[in-house]
């Protein structure tokens, strides 16, 4: 079974990248399924499958006698975790800034709610994410600094309690991981970025809305400076048939 997920996500993702990379254009129907399992190297159960799951995520659009069509891209899931892998990989730049506007759109609102809402268990989990950024930050190559740093965040958006920001938070994992990659390389970078998380769990602490929402403002302006100037900005990661951040 587990070999089955495995080759159905590698045919989903094959097809999926080639949408998000433009290979067939919105509107236009997909190769006739023989030609295109072919070309892939699946059979056409695994084809059809695969056709399901983008059926699925806002991708295509299956209807009789007109065949499976590629819909555009305003029909996509660009939530899903698959969407953002692919929108990574095809086009990091413009994810990257479709991150940069979500955040400041919804972290300082959630920074605010935090403050007036989080109990002691949501102060607690902002802090403990803190202080493993700091740990992270010392260890050489700093292992494991951003995924603390995605803690953080998923945890300040957790403490308002409103379950929606907090699925909001698990959904965009893959973006936010993408732009703390990219923003962490530049020199000096990490080492600003401590003081202001702090600021940001000490205002939540202190119940200061105003003061939490300027301080997580201050690290989404930092972190789009970082990302201009970071030596990974043009950086591709190789990709690979199915794939996994």
């Known amino acids: 079974m587990a070999h089955f997920r495995t080759r159905h996500q590698q045919v989903v993702d094959e097809l999926g990248r080639r949408i998000v990379d ?7 129907p997909l190769p006739v399924e023989d030609a295109l399992a072919t070309g892939i190297g699946v059979s056409r159960g695994a084809l059809r499958e695969a056709v399901k799951a983008l059926v699925a995520k806002g991708m295509l659009d299956v209807r009789p006698r007109t065949g ?47 403050a007036r809402r989080a109990g002691p268990a949501g102060t607690r989990a902002l802090y403990d994410a803190l202080a493993a950024m700091e740990a992270a930050a010392a260890r050489p190559g700093r292992s494991g600094y951003v995924e603390a740093d995605i803690a953080f965040h998923r945890a300040l958006l957790n403490a308002g309690g409103n379950r929606l920001l907090g699925s909001l938070g698990r959904a965009v ?69 199915g794939d996994r951040p």
Do not use: C, M, Y
């Not at 433009?22 to 236009?28: A, F, L, R, S, Y």
């Not at 029909?75 to 899903?80: A, F, I, S």
């Open 68 to 114: 499976t069509r590629v819909l555009p891209p305003e029909h996509w899931n660009h939530l899903d975790r698959d969407v953002l892998r692919w929108k990574q990989a095809g086009d990091p730049a413009a994810l990257l800034r479709d991150t940069g506007e979500l955040r400041r759109i919804i972290e300082p609102g959630a920074a605010g709610l935090a």
């Open 22 to 28: 433009g290979v067939w254009e919105p509107g236009q």
């Open 173 to 241: 994992g893959i973006a936010l991981e993408h732009s703390f990659h990219i923003s962490s390389q530049t020199p000096g970078a990490v080492e600003a970025s401590l003081p202001l998380h702090r600021a940001v769990a000490e205002a939540v602490a202190a119940g200061d809305a105003a003061a939490a929402s300027a301080a997580v403002l201050s690290i989404i302006e930092a972190a789009e400076r970082e990302i201009a100037e970071s030596p990974g900005l043009h950086r591709r990661r190789p990709r690979g048939r």
